[in-house]
């Protein structure tokens, strides 16, 4: 991966491709493809939360929230009561864990792959949940700005990931939610042992259109 660039990476050539596509089509949603050039996670956070900026402006308004927020507390703490604040998270880069200024610095520079941290900046800067569906995991993050004491005052953002490659957009099936569970239903009902099956599926499915009605 770090010997890569981002303009070597094809949609059709990235790793789990089609278990993207199963997980976003679980959740009713297409994928919207974002240019690869570095700045793909800001592409697809541009597109969801549909703002009328530049990737290097919302870079830029990314890294001035963690300027802000650098004394934030980022865990409850460990067994001794230690509590660990943003600014003191380790950053593994090159080889070297870097100092909080030497990370403000790198991820300041356009193209730079977006980390953790600044997916966090972006649900405190946006006040809005951000949920990340990935290409390995069912288990899908979602990040809250109210565990950091920022009041949501939107709809979830809902992007995909391709572990460790590249993120992209989403939007909402043509076919709508309803459809879509009730094709599940129907599916998973052809034979009477899948029954359980079909309820737990359902189940599932009226779960993400919860998500769904408040992002649609």
């Known amino acids: 991966l770090e010997k890569s660039t981002p303009g070597d990476l094809k949609l059709g050539l990235l790793p789990n491709t089609k278990s993207l596509e199963k997980r976003f089509n679980e959740w009713g949603l297409s994928i919207v493809s974002t240019p690869k050039d570095g700045d793909c996670c800001l592409h697809a956070l541009i597109h969801v939360a549909g703002l009328k900026i530049t990737t290097d402006e919302l870079r ?3 890294i001035q929230t963690l300027r802000e927020k650098e004394n934030m507390y980022m865990d409850d703490g ?9 600014n003191e998270y380790p950053t593994p880069a090159y080889g070297r864990i870097l100092s909080w200024k030497d990370y403000l610095e790198m991820m300041s ?3 730079e792959w977006c980390d953790e941290k600044m997916i966090l900046a972006a649900c405190i800067y946006l006040k809005r949940e951000i ?12 990040w809250d700005p109210k565990k ?4 949501i005052e939107g709809n979830p953002l809902v992007v995909g990931h391709y572990h ?6 989403s939007t909402l099936c043509t076919t709508g939610k309803f459809t879509v569970i009730l094709i599940n239903f129907v599916f998973h009902c052809n034979h009477l042992h899948h029954l359980t099956g079909a309820i737990l599926n359902c189940f599932n499915q009226f779960r ?6 408040k992002i649609s």
């Open 60 to 62: 830029k308004l990314l």
């Open 78 to 86: 460990n067994s001794q009561g230690t509590r660990t604040r943003l």
């Open 109 to 111: 520079k356009p193209k």
């Open 131 to 142: 949920i990340i569906i990935s290409s390995v995991t069912d288990n899908n993050i979602v």
């Open 148 to 151: 950091y004491g920022v009041q």
């Open 164 to 169: 460790e490659f590249h993120y992209v957009g």
């Open 208 to 213: 993400r259109s919860y998500i769904l009605r």
